[in-house]
Nanobody, 124 residues
Framework: QVQLVESGGGLVQAGGSLRLSCAASARTFRSYSMGWFRQAPGKEREFLAAITWSGAFQTYADSVKGRFTISRDNAKNTVYLQMNSLKPEDTAVYFC?????????????????WGQGTQVTVSS
């Protein structure tokens, strides 16, 4: 069982930056691929970024490529999402998730564990 707790959300002006963190409870954290997703009101959950267990491979959605960066620190059981050049349309609840797989990381269905989410609001 893996418990995930997101933090770092909040209110920011357009053009600003936030760094989200996701702390994992499991000592086996380093064996999981990690992903970030978001969900805005009335919309489906959207893939943002993912990283494999070693950190060697990252993948991003086109909507955030060049603005968001995913990273992980296995010694701290934590994955991060650095978000720059934020836009009002980035407003959503942001979730981290853990998967025992290493492929097709854009698919929500492959993730075994999810956090509760953290709200990000970008004002214009």
């Amino acid at each position: 069982q893996v418990q995930l707790v997101e933090s770092g959300g909040g209110l920011v002006q357009a053009g600003g930056s936030l760094r989200l963190s996701c702390a994992a409870s499991a000592r086996t954290f380093r064996s999981y691929s990690m992903g970030w997703f978001r969900q805005a009101p009335g919309k489906e959950r959207e893939f943002l970024a993912a990283i494999t267990w070693s950190g060697a491979f990252q993948t991003y959605a086109d909507s955030v490529k060049g603005r968001f960066t995913i990273s992980r620190d296995n010694a701290k059981n934590t994955v991060y999402l650095q978000m720059n050049s934020l836009k009002p349309e980035d407003t959503a609840v942001y979730f981290c998730a853990a998967s025992s797989e290493s492929g097709r990381l854009f698919r929500p269905g492959i993730y075994d564990y999810w956090g509760q989410g953290t709200q990000v609001t970008v004002s214009s």
